[in-house]
């Protein structure tokens, strides 16, 4: 029973926010929301909400240490600690949108990888779900297949020929166990 009030207590502090996360959201994010909406996880929201709550607690903070140091006006100490917690809240902001385009980033090459060696090895087959069999069957769990991509990949960027690379690559499935004869 404790742990079942700790963990909504728990939850309810993390669901904070004392800038509407609506907009929270919107600034932090911007367009990545539109374009990378099923990379970005609910860890990623959590930081923005805490970052946001951070900036408001850390403008209170560097307006009350700058004010006591310095003795200056309360206009000029307002200005500092205002741009101080504004440019961390967007540097902060700028590290959450970059960690979620690196995640979309690596899903974009694996898609790449897996999309190009389901086309050499339907080419290599004839039979899309004996390619998809084979594709599932050896996947990242053998090396020598994931040297092979690698391959045809740097061959790919270095911007030869495409048709070239695919026959080529394909005739390692030429093999008869590998042709459908349907």
Do not use: W
Not at 97 to 115: H, M, T
């Amino acid at each position: 029973m404790t742990t079942d009030l700790y963990v909504n207590k728990k939850s309810k502090v993390l669901n904070l926010s004392l800038i509407p996360k609506e907009r929270l959201y919107k600034i932090v994010l911007g367009k990545v929301k539109k374009y990378s909406e099923y990379f970005i996880i609910d860890t990623d929201l959590l930081k923005i909400r805490l970052i946001g709550n951070i900036t408001i607690a850390g403008f209170g903070i560097l307006f009350c240490v700058f004010h006591l140091l310095t003795k200056l006006s309360i206009v000029l100490s307002i200005v500092i600690s205002l741009i101080t917690s504004i440019a961390f809240f967007f540097v902060s902001g700028e590290y959450i949108r970059s960690n979620i385009l690196s995640r979309q980033r690596k899903f974009d090459e694996a898609a790449f990888l897996v999309l190009n060696s389901l086309s050499i090895n339907m080419i290599a087959t004839g039979s899309f779900p004996k390619s998809v069999e084979m594709l599932n069957s050896v996947g990242h769990h053998s090396p020598h297949y994931k040297k092979y991509f690698e391959r045809i990949i740097y061959e790919l960027n270095t911007g030869e020929n495409e048709d070239k690379i695919i026959s080529k690559s394909s005739k390692i499935f030429l093999n008869k166990k590998y042709q459908s004869f349907s």
